[in-house]
T-cell receptor
Framework: SQQGEEDPQALSIQEGENATMNCSYK?????LQWYRQNSGRGLVHLIL?????REKHSGRLRVTLDTSKKSSSLLITASRAADTASYFC??????????FGAGTILRVKS | GAVVSQHPSWVICKSGTSVKIECRSL??????MFWYRQFPKQSLMLMAT?????????EQGVEKDKFLINHASLTLSTLTVTSAHPEDSSFYIC?????????????FGSGTQLSVL
């Protein structure tokens, strides 16, 4: 069953603006990961944040994790048209199994 | 970085036929592989976990006789959709982990789009 819920379901912004996506989960986790998926393609790993971390940066990506609220956010700064994709959070469950959130469809208009 | 190759990228088949999808780890040995299914505009749903040399573990609601998984070697897992029907049309993605790795080291294939006519 799905563990993660994401909002918004869809987000449309102008190039150069920031995009924020949120993910909530239900059970305890060891880590939370964010992935990107271009239409009809496989997954690209973006960033992983461990349960003892609160914030992590990677280039234009900033991820936060609030384990008390069981939520995470992904911020993409200075968005580009090439950032247009679906973004999923994933939490670990029973070892290596990943449970994916519903995803956010991001459209960056140039 | 590690590469997982999935083949074919897309396949169209007639209802009632069987389709085999391959997932190969190209530069590492994958003791565990995972198979996911994704319907349009939806998330990835874990179907099963395959372990090299043993039977696959299926998630609740996934028919093991319909979705046959074979993981006969450390570099290859196959998913066979038997007697495919239009409702099986979906995007199937595999992922693989190397021995002793946590889920921090999972690598995903590029997916297979299955269309059943």
């Amino acid at each position: 069953s799905q563990q993660g819920e994401e909002d918004p379901q869809a987000l449309s912004i102008q190039e150069g603006e920031n995009a924020t996506m949120n993910c909530s989960y239900k059970t305890s986790i060891n880590n939370l990961q964010w992935y990107r998926q271009n239409s009809g393609r496989g997954l690209v790993h973006l960033i992983l944040i461990r349960s003892n971390e609160r914030e992590k940066h990677s280039g234009r990506l900033r991820v936060t994790l609030d384990t008390s609220k069981k939520s995470s956010s992904l911020l993409i700064t200075a968005s580009r048209a090439a950032d247009t994709a679906s973004y999923f959070c994933a939490t670990d469950r029973n070892g290596n199994k990943l449970v994916f959130g519903a995803g956010t469809i991001l459209r960056v208009k140039s | 970085g590690a590469v997982v190759s999935q083949h074919p990228s897309w396949v169209i088949c007639k209802s009632g036929t069987s389709v085999k999808i391959e997932c190969r780890s190209l530069d590492f040995q994958a003791t565990t592989m995972f198979w996911y299914r994704q319907f349009p505009k939806q998330s990835l749903m874990l179907m099963a976990t395959s372990n090299e040399g043993s039977k696959a573990t299926y998630e609740q609601g996934v028919e093991k006789d319909k979705f046959l998984i074979n993981h006969a070697s450390l570099t290859l897992s196959t998913l066979t959709v038997t007697s495919a029907h239009p409702e099986d049309s979906s995007f199937y993605i595999c992922s693989a982990s190397s021995p002793g790795a946590t889920n921090e080291k999972l690598f995903f294939g590029s997916g297979t789009q299955l269309s059943v006519l």
